[in-house]
């Protein structure tokens, strides 16, 4: 943490990330989410821990994310629907990488209402294709702890290893050229329908993506701020 993102800011609702595979969606959210004091839900997260534990949820999505498909809504839902009646989940909380169709955003609207919440806060973040395909194809991830680099980007001091562990990265079955741009076109397919899904309601607020990482974190804590206080108000 450094600058400006430690300081405590609230949030009390959910918080929605829109935006292509890439875009930066994972780093920010969860950058606001230690900001706000709100658990981060990442469906990613969710579905590679059941992957690597072998489950019988992990069994059934582990080929469907090697081909760079979406996880079908049912299985998407019920796990989402499971970790939001956790105690912590009670105050507010931020999504990463959820939720990605429209069926899902309006069963979440659904869940939201019956736990009490308001409206969600929805940040689309907005990024050139060319950009996305360079930060993601050069994205390796530690073996160890998990630390992701960007051989174009931010590259490792020694090529292949950790700096924080001397972990050994590899390449994430889903972030290789041909799965990227599979995941890149079934985004404008599904997901892309969210945005306007979302602007109709007046919860939409649009930031630069290819912006500078503290801009981008600026930026969002602004579009935080003003919803929340706009909430007070209301
Ligand atoms: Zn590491």
């Known amino acids: 943490m450094t600058g400006n993102s430690a300081v405590r800011m609230a949030l009390n609702r959910a918080l929605i990330f829109l935006g292509p595979p890439g875009a930066g969606k994972g780093t920010q959210s969860k950058r606001i ?42 299985l998407v839902m019920k796990m989402v629907e499971e970790r939001l009646a956790r105690p912590d989940s009670a105050g507010g909380f931020v999504f990463d990488g959820f939720p990605r169709t429209l069926p899902q955003a309006m069963q979440l609207d659904r869940i939201l209402g019956k736990m009490g919440f308001g409206k969600p806060i929805v940040v689309d973040f907005s990024v050139s294709v060319d950009k996305l395909l360079r930060r993601l194809s050069g994205r390796w991830t530690c073996s160890v702890g998990g630390e992701i680099y960007n051989v174009y980007d931010a590259p490792p001091q020694k090529a292949g290893i950790c700096d924080a562990d001397g972990g050994k990265l590899f390449q994430r079955p889903d972030d290789r050229a041909e799965v990227v741009k599979e995941r890149l076109a079934a985004y404008e397919r599904q997901t892309r329908p969210l945005a306007e899904y979302y602007r109709r309601q007046g919860v939409l607020d649009t930031l630069d993506a290819a912006a500078g990482m503290e801009d981008v ?9 003003r919803a929340e206080g706009q909430n007070g108000r209301l």
């Open 33 to 74: 989410a230690l900001r706000c004091g709100v658990p981060h839900l990442s469906t990613g997260d969710m579905f590679r821990d059941a992957i690597s534990r072998g489950s019988e949820l992990g069994r059934v999505v582990q080929p469907i994310m090697e081909r760079g498909d979406l996880v079908p809504d049912d």
């Open 217 to 225: 974190s600026r930026a969002l804590g602004e579009i935080v701020k």
